[in-house]
T-cell receptor
Framework: DAGVTQSPTHLIKTRGQQVTLRCSPKSGHDTVSWYQQALGQGPQFIFQYYEEEERQRGNFPDRFSGHQFPNYSSELNVNALLLGDSALYLC?????????????FGSGTRLTVV | GIQVEQSPPDLILQEGANSTLRCNFSDSVNNLQWFHQNPWGQLINLFYIPSGTKQNGRLSATTVATERYSLLYISSSQTTDSGVYFCAALYYNQGGKLIFGQGTELSVKP
């Protein structure tokens, strides 16, 4: 039973470029959430997708957008990259939006903006 | 505001020692999770524990919801226990958003 898979594992982009990160949830999970983890910090919630809609959003600018597909997989897009966007981006999946049954995290995508 | 605070921020142990990590949260929680972040960045779920006590091998966790804290116990520590431990709270009034503490970095020396 595959867990949460994310791609790519590492990425280097230039300031001002755009990036797309991908996530496939754990089998049986229909909800995907994205988190940003800066070096030495705890993960920060970006947004959550359920039934192909953004259900909840954290304190991130509109440059961060996402999408969920009918097979529950998800993409995170970041436009006009800033140096401060360099971080580990984590995807988490869960059965349902409440999170009551817990979240399973992927290994993350490490984004470096130069 | 809504917060999750972990202590201590850093901990150095000799192999075989026991340790207790603490997580304080500021409001009623729908769920509380403990994670171990491995060197490659993956968050490994250790416990979902909104209340009560659970044990899994050398690890156990207790959450006292009425007093708004959770404890993670590691017994007979091994070098492979090294890494960062996070607790994350799911508050009733915050929807499905997990709020993480700043983590406890544990280093177990041989």
């Amino acid at each position: 039973d595959a867990g949460v898979t994310q791609s790519p594992t590492h990425l280097i982009k230039t300031r001002g470029q755009q990036v797309t990160l991908r996530c496939s949830p754990k089998s049986g999970h229909d909800t995907v959430s994205w988190y940003q983890q800066a070096l030495g910090q705890g993960p920060q919630f970006i947004f959550q997708y359920y039934e192909e809609e953004e259900r909840q959003r954290g304190n991130f600018p509109d440059r961060f957008s996402g999408h969920q597909f009918p097979n529950y997989s998800s993409e995170l897009n970041v436009n006009a990259l800033l140096l401060g966007d360099s971080a580990l981006y984590l995807c988490a999946s869960s059965p349902g939006v409440s999170g009551h049954y817990g979240y399973t995290f992927g290994s993350g995508t490490r984004l470096t903006v130069v | 505001g809504i917060q999750v605070e972990q202590s201590p921020p850093d901990l150095i142990l000799q192999e075989g020692a026991n340790s207790t990590l603490r997580c304080n949260f500021s409001d009623s929680v729908n769920n509380l999770q403990w994670f171990h972040q491995n060197p490659w960045g993956q968050l490994i779920n250790l416990f979902y524990i909104p209340s009560g006590t659970k044990q899994n091998g050398r690890l156990s966790a207790t959450t006292v919801a009425t007093e708004r804290y959770s404890l993670l116990y590691i017994s007979s520590s091994q070098t492979t226990d090294s890494g960062v431990y996070f607790c994350a709270a799911l508050y009733y009034n915050q929807g499905g958003k997990l709020i993480f503490g700043q983590g406890t970095e544990l280093s177990v020396k041989p």
